[in-house]
């Protein structure tokens, strides 16, 4: 149940892959256009995000875990019985409301940022039809990744799409083109490739999980079309309020702040989100394995899987986290003039990215265990603590607001999510991932910390510090992250029928 070398080895590139990319693209846009043209193609872009998280219903967590039951004997249908009555009427839903986007587009691009340096009805346009071309894409991806084909998910949501973006945006550059429309539609186009590549991926049948053939009542009439549906509700609840929470900031900046100092703030976030990549692979890996372990009824397995892979998380991101929240001036200044102004908001948002690290992946073991509505229960409050935070600041702080607003919001859905996850029989902190977080700190921020101290008075200081925790760092981090990503990949040992690792004798 646990995911092999060979699929944790492709993830990894994945993410790395995803994550260059995207922090090349915002590099490339920001340095091309400036804070106020970032924030057209990055308001737009979280809009389209925020709407396609809508529009998919809860499906692709859904059918990551119907594919995981399927695998392990679980009740379950067929690759195409279960999409026909899942994916299709959903992705013909979101074209119909897409199309209804696309005739509102200029009030809409009047409205969500409110002083653009430029009409942003076509970009909304675009984005409206793109629309179930996005949600195609992922919920057909996320089954694929639920009945163990991972392949085909890194390769074109990771690899891809993020690929194609920044190539567009190099190639912008190199021709002098600095506007933001421009950046708009590359950013948009590699959806269509990507959808154009899944429905290529979907026609060929997976020789491993061939379609079985149906037998008795059709999966509705036998109730499973409403056991998934009462899955997919929370879980689409829960996503919705998920993305409305991390879009939050962009979106009421874009209404009731400058176009600068949504552009700043939108960088900002982008860069913390280049750290998140990290959470995504893991889960994105881990995810299956949770809900077949699970499902066999293998908390201690399970309870090992999730301590590995927080631990993992804690070694990857937290140094840059750390880096940002130490040196925010050098991390902004990298992207151009005007961006430093948002350095308080990128350190109060790397605090987020801390909490979230050490977190891990408790989210995606609590919708594993099918405890949807704890994970949506959990989100809400979150979002809650954010509104709050956010507008009752906002006049005072600016941008900074927003960004404590949300670090709030993590800290309060983490706590929720702990307390579910105990529920389950599991630890939601484990020791190695304390462990990890305290080397990783005395390795990284003590040196960053020295080099702040020394910088710019007395340079040569700070750059021999700096240069002896870059050769330190990888020589105490990579061993431990060793060490937890070879738990991950163990073979499972063979049980007998009906026994579990926490029962040693058959039931």
Known sequence: MRPSKGDSLLVAVGAGVSGASGFAFAWILARATGPSGSAVVLTVTTWFTLLLTV????????????GGRIRVGGPGAGPTSLLRWTLLPVTAGVALAGMAVAAAA????????SESPVPMTSLVVTGGLLLPLGVYTVIQLAYSRGLGSIREYVAIEQVVKPGLRLLGSGLLLIAGLSGALAFGWVWFLPVIVAATLTVWVAARRHPSHPEPRPSGPPPCASGECSRVWRYAGPRAASQIVDIV?????TMVLGVLATAADTGAFAIALRVVFAGQLVFQAVRLLLAPSFAALLARGRIHDAQQVFSAGTS????LAWPGFLLCLILPDLVL?????????????????SLAGLLLAVVGNQGSVVLMSGRSGSALAAIAAGLTVNVAVTMALLNVWGATAAAAGWTASVLVEGLWLARALSAEGLHPLPETAFLMAVRVTAVVAIPLLIARFFWPSAPWIAAAVVLVGVVAAPAVIVPAARRQFQILTEEDQALPEGATHDSPHPV
């Open 333 to 349: 200044g990298f992207f151009g003039a005007g961006f430093e102004s948002a350095a308080p908001v990128l350190q109060v948002l």
């Open 245 to 249: 929470n991390t879009s939050f900031g």
């Open 312 to 315: 993992l998380i804690v070694a």
């Open 106 to 113: 200029q009030p809409i691009g009047q409205w969500i940022l």
């Open 55 to 66: 529009g998919k219903l809860g499906l692709d967590t859904t059918l990551v875990r119907e």
